[in-house]
């Protein structure tokens, strides 16, 4: 597969999303396709921009900006979104880049994200990420410290919070994390879901997913680890 292949492989996944929509008696245009670009140079991303994708993300600040501010720049309407777990170190940088953050999950960046967002006068929005799997080597709040963090993030610290990400355990069957994430967001009055990847994205829409992260399905194997 070469980045020739990306438009139809793109609009290949734009009718699935479509699909599973239709089956769950939900709109398509309920669930925003996200294009995951890690790895990929502006190149391989071009084509995919040209077949009318604007909502893009990416793993890894470094790595973004070494592509987005010139694609930006020839597509001013592209929405970025980080979806990989962000130090404070790099916090800055993010928020100068990125549109939409999907991976808060603690307090001290999330008031380094605050503090960031005032100083440069970006509004961004947020996902807060839930460690739906309790699995220790991964990034996310706990399920049952979800309500009290999204207190603080929303309404003690101002931030737009959007919605809950996670990412289920790669052994488990995601329905069961889908469904926790749905729930936990319905009690904290939360409305987006970022659930869902190029394995299982149909699944994610049926549990209600309003993004969806999908990489290798549209651009391709990666030649290089994801890390």
Do not use: Y
Request: proline share 6%; net charge negative.
């Amino acid at each position: 597969m070469t980045a020739a292949d990306a438009p139809a492989r793109l609009a290949d996944i734009r009718a699935r999303i479509a699909a599973a929509a239709a089956e769950a008696d939900r709109a398509p245009e309920s669930t925003t396709l996200i294009a995951v670009s890690k790895t990929f140079d502006a190149d391989a991303i071009r084509p995919v921009i040209a077949a009318g994708q604007r909502v893009f993300g990416e793993n890894r600040v470094q790595e973004a900006q070494g592509k987005w501010p010139a694609l930006k720049a020839e597509t001013p309407d592209l929405e970025l979104h980080l979806i990989g777990p962000l130090q404070s170190n790099k916090a800055k940088d993010a928020v100068a880049l990125f549109d939409v953050i999907h991976t808060l999950d603690r307090e001290k960046i999330a008031r380094v994200l605050k503090s960031e967002c005032e100083r440069q006068g970006r509004a961004l929005r947020f996902f807060i990420q839930v460690n739906t799997g309790a699995e220790p080597q991964k990034a996310g709040i706990a399920p049952e410290e979800t309500p009290a963090f999204v207190t603080l993030c929303r309404d003690e610290l101002g931030l737009d919070v959007a919605g809950l990400m996670c990412i289920p355990p790669v052994e488990d069957m995601p329905g069961p994390h889908f469904a926790l994430l749905e729930k936990l967001a319905r009690e904290t009055g939360l409305e987006e879901l970022s659930m869902g990847m190029s394995g299982d994205f149909e699944s994610a829409i049926r549990f209600g997913a309003t993004h969806v992260r999908v990489g290798s399905a549209i651009f391709g194997a990666r030649d290089t680890p994801a890390g």
